[in-house]
């Protein structure tokens, strides 16, 4: 800690209930000092949404805040233990080896936020780690999560990038930069498994009461699988939603499942083109494990690791437990089936419920297979044709309009039983269609021209519009628009370690 920094008026009032309760699920630990901390990146709204002095964090002196050069008063950095299944194989012991928890915040709406560095350097859960990041991933996780957010989905965010002024050697050297992220929580799936795996289950009843308290203590009292059905719900919302807006997650490992229902870890994530639901774009997922479509049943996967490790705290009779969580679990397909056709009625521009929706919701999504056709503008463009504009709707399906023109009148005879005007029904629909979201040449511009160039006007530019995605709007539409094919052919995303 830089002792010469004297602290002007800067007051984070910290609560750390993590530290405080959780002993034994953590180790203290200090962040590594930097050279150079210089604030590239600041989240002053949400700064403002946490209660925090955003002029006084706008400075140098937040810089080295940011950094971890400096600990805040209250603040108790910690690195989290957690344990994993990567690709499906368990690594016992993973933890935060590159992060480290400062502490919690009680923001404007009196929920308890997280307050997390990530590059902050080695760790005892470090392994062969350096514990550090390099700009463009961190800008990229930023990026991410303000799109979602905005998107109306649940995730984590960024509140500060701070470049550290050393290099850190991935390939090749990159500018060094540390993350400052905001979450609901950093529960995991794999903070439940890494004590589950050492059967050490009074841990677990620690750990699982404490996250009743923090994410759903309308459970406080309730048997242990009412846990399991309740997050299972929100992973069912959660993903219906990145469905419904094309995300791909790319890296659903349980160690990136957070208990608190949002989206974490933007490593390799990108956004699905043109439909299709093999879309993988991850360098390091060979199989298509984690492609679009599969999202679902993998979110099913992580949850019946999640199910095993609540099985001690169920029912003391082990088959007992394994029969009652089981059943708990079995309706997910149908839980998620129902969120997501609700969802996907409301983008279709349809209110009331007919038998038939969910076929009409898979044939619109076959018939953009079809025709290659861009996801995000085929959904927006759907709002022109309920107003009997099918133009630039029909422009996005390519060569084969086949089936969208089979399609199209079955769904305008099913938008009259709506009872509503074509214009309510269009205004509707835009409201839950976005017409931007990150292009991913789009995002790599950006990132490209931050990181060799120290050029952040294309990134601040995108993160602009991106902030604003269901309004139609002229200076959008530069970043409405798809990639060509040869900018998407070859296009891959890499962990950002
Ligand atoms: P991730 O792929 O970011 O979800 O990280 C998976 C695991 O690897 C976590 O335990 C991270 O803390 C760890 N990890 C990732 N990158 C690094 C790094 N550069 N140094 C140390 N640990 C890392
Ligand atoms: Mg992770």
Request: hydrophobic content about 40%; some cysteine.
């Amino acid at each position: 800690m830089n002792k010469a920094f004297e602290f002007h008026g800067i007051q984070i009032n910290f609560d750390n209930s993590y530290a405080r309760e959780l002993n034994g699920f953590y180790t203290a630990c200090q962040a590594e000092t930097v050279p150079s901390p210089t604030l590239v990146k600041f989240n002053r709204s949400l700064a403002e949404e946490l209660g925090l002095d955003a002029d006084a964090l706008e400075t140098q002196q937040g810089a080295e805040i940011f950094s971890g050069n400096i600990v805040p008063p209250g603040a108790m950095p910690i690195a989290q233990a957690y344990a994993g299944h990567q690709f499906g194989n368990l690594s016992p012991q993973l933890g935060d080896g590159r992060a480290l928890l400062l502490g919690e915040v009680i923001d404007r709406n009196g929920m308890r936020r997280d307050i997390q560095l990530k590059g902050s350097g080695r760790t005892p859960f470090s392994r062969r780690g350096d514990g550090k990041a390099a700009i463009g991933p961190m800008l990229r996780e930023y990026l991410m999560g303000e799109a979602m957010y905005h998107l109306g989905i649940p995730s984590t965010r960024a509140l500060a990038v701070v470049a550290t002024g050393e290099s850190v050697y991935r390939e090749t050297p990159l500018p060094g930069a540390v993350l400052t992220r905001v979450a609901a929580s950093h529960i995991r799936i794999g903070t439940f498994v890494y004590f589950a795996v050492r059967n050490d289950v009074e841990s677990l009843r620690r750990l699982a009461d404490y996250t009743i308290r923090r994410h759903y203590p309308e459970l406080i009292g309730k048997p242990y699988v009412e846990l399991l059905r309740a997050v299972a719900a929100r992973q069912a919302d959660l993903i219906a939603r990145w469905m419904c807006v094309g995300f791909i997650h790319g890296v659903m490992n349980t160690d990136n499942v957070a208990l608190s229902g949002e989206t974490i870890d933007y490593g390799p994530c990108a956004f699905m083109e043109h439909f299709d639901p093999a879309t993988v774009f991850s360098s390091i997922d060979e199989r298509g494990r984690y492609a679009f479509g599969k999202q679902p049943v993998i979110a099913q996967w992580n949850l019946a690791r999640f199910a095993e490790t609540l099985l001690p705290l169920v029912d003391d009779d082990s088959d007992r437990a394994i029969l009652i969580a089981t059943e708990a679990l079995e309706t997910f397909p149908e839980q998620f089936a129902k969120t997501w056709s609700a969802m996907a009625r409301r983008k279709l521009g349809l209110v009331r419920s007919e038998a038939d929706d969910a076929t009409l919701v898979q044939d619109f999504l076959n018939a953009m297979q079809a025709g290659q056709a861009d996801y995000t503008l085929a959904w927006r463009y759907l709002a022109d044709a309920a107003e009997s504009n099918p133009e630039r709707l029909r422009s996005v399906f390519g060569s084969d309009m086949t089936k969208l023109d089979e399609w199209l009148p079955r769904w305008q005879a099913r938008l009259a039983r709506e009872n509503k005007s074509a214009a309510e029904i269009a205004a509707d629909m835009r409201r839950v269609n976005p017409y931007v979201i990150p292009r991913n040449h789009l995002v790599e511009e950006a990132l490209e021209a931050a990181t060799i160039n120290n050029d952040l006007a294309p990134f601040n530019q995108l993160l602009d519009v991106l902030s604003d995605p269901f309004t139609e709007r002229e200076a959008a539409h530069r970043f409405a628009t798809p990639a060509t094919s040869e900018q998407t052919a070859g296009y891959r995303t890499f962990c950002g370690t």
